[in-house]
């Protein structure tokens, strides 16, 4: 059974730093794209960051500069090292895994990925 877990969530102030982790069991990350995704209250689900099977990283216009995506192999674990957060970061933050191009090849598209986890809050407020 596969399962993705986001973990690191949280309250922070503007200007402050989180970082997220997506542990994965069932699947070996190093074969797939892996992305970060949030969503934010009466919003659509947007692309913040991925990483392919080969390591090369792709980032939204929003984030580029702020956020830095990461794999650690051994642990079957991606980051997101968010800093420099801003109000407008607030949302649920999802990671999914995919195998082959389509999460690199239409990035930042958002597509029905084969795998998904359940989500982690991050809330940017004083």
């Known amino acids: 059974q596969v399962q993705l877990r986001e973990s690191g969530g949280g309250l922070v102030q503007p200007g402050g730093s989180l970082k997220l982790s997506c542990a994965a069991s069932?699947?070996?990350?190093?074969?797939?794209?892996t992305g970060w995704f949030r969503q934010a209250p009466g919003k659509e689900r947007e692309g913040v960051s991925c990483?392919?099977?080969?390591?090369?990283?792709y980032y939204s216009d929003s984030v580029k500069g702020r956020f830095t995506i990461s794999k650690d192999s051994a642990k079957n674990t991606v980051y997101l090292q968010m800093d420099s957060l801003k109000p407008e970061d607030t949302a649920d933050y999802y990671c999914?895994?995919?195998?082959?191009?389509?999460?690199?090849?239409?990035?930042?598209?958002?597509?029905?990925?084969?795998?998904w986890g359940r989500g982690a809050q991050v809330t940017v407020s004083t």
């Open positions: 999914a895994a995919d195998p082959g191009p389509r999460m690199t090849a239409h990035w930042p598209s958002v597509f029905d990925y084969n795998y």
């Open positions: 069932g699947v070996t990350l190093d074969y797939y794209s």
């Open positions: 990483i392919s099977a080969d390591g090369t990283t």
